[in-house]
């Protein structure tokens, strides 16, 4: 079974005040997110990009990306390929999420086609290598529900 990528929560981005999950509060989350609730989400469902060369000649691409600031004229200048806009074309990065660490990157950009035909366990490691993480159905529903 296929979804499309949704919404998407950075990590290690939100400043919370305490460490208590009852008194968490956010004070900045990154440029591509909002506040919900207690975490930040990405303000656009999720576009998945395949960088090439993501630890030598593209490195700096992807500290932008796990940044919240990579641009789509960054993607594209460093000769990244948007995935799954019509059909399931994430290979090597299979079904099962092996062979994806350092190869596919979710990213929250305006105006671009939500990526799909996508299994969890891709979204998982799309969104890992982005420094970020899927949201609990809980988060979901905060930011679904504005």
Known sequence: MWASLSLLLPL????????HPA?????????DAVVAGTVCLDRYEASVWRVPDPTTTNALLVRRIQLGRATE?????AGAIQLGTAADDYAACNDTGQHCTGDIYAVSLPAEIPSSHITWFQAQE???NAGKRLPTSAEWQVGANG
């Open 126 to 128: 799309a969104c890992a």
């Open 73 to 77: 004229a960054d993607l594209t200048a």
């Open 12 to 19: 290690a981005t939100a400043s919370v005040a305490t460490a």
């Open 23 to 31: 008194q968490l509060a956010l004070t900045r989350c990154p440029a």
